[in-house]
């Protein structure tokens, strides 16, 4: 069967927009993007990890919620942009197994401090040990407690304005009320990175009954607007967004 040029347009568009589909939620390296031969292209000419947070990796992977762990590669990113701005002070808030933070606690000077909160002691006992080995458990505080409570208290102790860097990654429905304790924590010049900002593409059109995609999609739209910072949304992950405060 002769195929006309038409047809051939369409097949090509048709493989386009999905692969436009597609790469607007880029994935993971370690679950749902792992297949996606660019991103193995990008994590086989990109990736320096450190040889603990390998291991703490392949620990995480045979936890069932290791989907949750944050890819090497934007680990990697968010750890140059510590570099960058010669961070000290930083804040994660959902640290789970822990490979996020120890990747920002690497890339600090000794004087470096990374306030890490996790609700989950399983998830905290996890990480805890690697700290030590890679030799920086004096460097990250683990709260564990609710990171709102953790936030608070940083405030009341004078601390807001003091700090580099936060990363927002647990708690969806409460993105909008860490990320203003968050500003009122950072410095001018800091950044609040965002995980999760495309959640799979679904903030697209949130669903009526998708109350986590609404609440994203409405913090993506009120960022957008707000003049208290710069922004930029990054299809890295699960879609991040960069904050840099004014
Ligand atoms: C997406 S995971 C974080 C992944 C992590 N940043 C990493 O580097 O792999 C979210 C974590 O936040 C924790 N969490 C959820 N709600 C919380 C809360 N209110 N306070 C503190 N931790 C919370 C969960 O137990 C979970 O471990
Ligand atoms: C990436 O490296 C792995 C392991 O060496 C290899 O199997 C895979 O083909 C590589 N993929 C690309 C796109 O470079
Ligand atoms: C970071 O520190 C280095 C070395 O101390 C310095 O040269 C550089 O200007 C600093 N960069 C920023 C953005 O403060």
């Known amino acids: 069967m002769a195929i006309d040029i038409k047809t051939m ?15 607007a939620f880029i994935g993971k390296s370690h679950s749902g993007g792992k297949d996606d031969p660019v991103l193995q292209y990008i994590v086989n000419n990109s990736l ?21 762990m944050v890819a090497s590669e934007q680990a990697q990113f968010m750890a140059n942009l510590i570099r960058l701005i010669n961070a000290t002070k930083a804040i994660e808030i959902g640290m789970y197994t822990g490979y996020n933070a120890l990747s920002m606690a690497l ?33 990250i505080d683990v709260r564990q407690e609710i990171a709102m409570k953790t936030l608070d208290e940083l405030i009341a102790a004078g601390e807001a304005g003091t700090y580099d860097f936060v990363f927002i990654d647990a ?9 203003e304790k968050s500003l009122e924590l950072i410095r001018t010049g800091g950044i609040i990175a965002i995980d999760n900002v495309l959640w799979s593409g679904k903030v697209v059109n949130p669903a009526p009954s998708d109350l986590t995609s609404q609440a994203l999609d409405a913090l993506n739209k009120k960022l957008h607007k ?3 910072i710069d922004l ?3 299809p890295v992950g699960d879609g991040l967004s960069i904050v840099i405060k004014r």
């Open 48 to 68: 320096r990890e450190h040889p603990v947070l390998t291991k703490l990796r392949l620990r995480t992977l045979e936890d069932p919620w290791s989907i949750m």
């Open 232 to 234: 930029s949304m990054l």
């Open 107 to 139: 890339a600090m000077p000794q004087s470096g401090n990374v306030v890490a909160c996790e609700i989950q002691e399983t998830y905290v006992d996890i990480a805890k040990p690697f700290f030590k080995e890679a030799g920086v458990e004096n460097k």
């Open 226 to 228: 707000d003049q208290r």
């Open 9 to 23: 347009f369409f097949l090509g568009l048709a493989v386009v927009l999905t692969g436009v589909g597609k790469s």
């Open 171 to 179: 708690d969806k429905l409460n993105y909008d009320r860490y990320y």
